[in-house]
């Protein structure tokens, strides 16, 4: 059997092939899991963009140097398992590389799910490393996996970023202005849906100009300006920035503007071609967030139950509201074979597109 895997080059992210290769055979323990489809978003760029930093790159090895898979979220099913404990046809959510199969060495088996304890992933973040049995998964419903596969890795996030800004009072800053770059990707407005249930607080989303009408009629955003209309936000205000642009010239922007930025919480790298370092701001230090810490945080707090259980009521509502017709938020499109992979990396990789769609893709 030959597999395919979607290569990326890890100095130049616009710079691709497709890998493939004979299926190793498995070992005691592993088990085949046929990726039968995967969600591709702005937040797969992020963990290209920050492969090296924050380790994504390790995730699924290439064995080629200078050559990556990113790691996507998606649904698949158990084809071949030399583990008594996962069950041949058994289907998955997880986290996957953008190829046909992944190889997992199932372990702390639960009625939930396993992790993947294959070496290489050991010291890597065990959020990440963790597979759900789908028809034990309370997120779970047939019917909307590809709403889960876009959306649900990103909401987790969105349900974060929220938590920890109120976990903290927001930095004295709650009844000042929240900016949101990249207002139009989906961690982003998941985050303002959940900060516009909290009162006193002003959401304003930050976008290109094609995107100001989409952010806008999405409802969750207290008022939509372009980059270059800061100055209609008073200088004094108080205000926190949750970036998920990454863009440096507009970090610096708002940091050498608002006298009064009280935090500035740096999420992702949606402006790959604008990245740049966050050294010699003016104001307080570009911090990033990383959502693993505040789920230890809060499954000490809550317990692992009660956090679980808070995020799929916050899920059912936001999923809910995305999918409501007459004007969803999100249209999904489905995507098979390589070269429609290729090209779809690609517009996604530009930052082109609609917003409104959302691209799940299959090799």
């Known amino acids: 059997m030959t597999t395919s895997t979607f290569l990326v080059r890890k100095d130049q992210l616009s710079s691709t092939r497709l890998q493939t290769a004979e299926a190793t055979p498995l070992a005691d323990g592993q088990i085949r899991v046929r990726v039968e489809s995967f969600a591709l978003t702005s937040n797969n760029i992020t963990y290209a963009a920050f492969g090296d930093a924050m380790n994504y790159w390790q995730f699924f090895p290439t064995g080629e140097e200078g050559w990556g898979t990113i790691p996507v979220w998606g649904f698949g099913s158990v084809v071949q398992s030399l583990q008594p404990g996962v069950a041949v046809g058994e289907r998955l959510y997880g986290y996957f590389p953008m190829g046909s199969e992944a190889v997992l060495t199932p372990v702390r088996l639960s009625t939930n799910g396993f992790s993947d304890g294959a070496p290489h992933r050991s010291e890597l973040h065990p959020v990440y490393n963790n597979y759900l049995r789908c028809n034990t998964d309370p997120f779970y419903t047939a019917s909307s996996e590809a709403v889960q596969a876009l959306l649900r890795p990103l909401f987790v996030t969105s349900f974060l970023i929220d938590d920890f800004?109120?976990?903290?009072?927001?930095?004295?800053?709650?009844?000042?202005?929240?900016?949101?770059?990249?207002?139009?990707?989906?961690?982003?407005?998941?985050?303002a849906f959940q900060l516009a249930q909290r009162p006193d607080l002003e959401v304003i989303g930050l976008t290109s100009p094609g995107n100001v009408a989409f952010c806008e009629s999405l409802g969750c955003y207290s008022r939509v300006l372009t980059y270059d209309q800061l100055d209609q936000i008073a200088a004094d205000r108080a205000c926190i920035y949750v970036d998920f642009a990454g863009n440096a010239k507009l970090r610096h922007a708002i940091h050498s503007r608002f006298a009064n930025l009280a935090y500035s919480c740096s999420i992702g790298g949606t402006h790959v071609s604008e990245l740049g370092g966050a050294k010699d701001l003016p104001g307080p230090r570009a911090t990033l967030f990383f959502a693993p810490a505040q789920i230890k945080k809060r499954s000490a707090d809550w317990g692992p139950a009660g956090l679980g259980q808070r995020l799929v009521q916050a899920w059912q509502a936001f999923s809910q509201r995305v999918t409501q017709d007459p004007a969803p938020?999100?249209?999904?499109?489905?995507?098979?074979?390589?070269?429609?992979?290729?090209?779809?990396?690609?517009?996604?990789?530009?930052?082109?597109?609609?917003?409104?769609?959302?691209?799940?893709?299959?090799?």
């Open 165 to 191: 800004l109120a976990d903290n009072d927001f930095f004295g800053a709650s009844d000042g202005a929240l900016l949101l770059s990249s207002a139009s990707s989906k961690t982003a407005y998941g985050t």
């Open 329 to 363: 938020w999100l249209l999904t499109q489905q995507h098979t074979g390589a070269e429609a992979v290729a090209a779809i990396y690609q517009e996604v990789l530009a930052g082109k597109g609609d917003p409104r769609t959302g691209h799940i893709l299959s090799l």
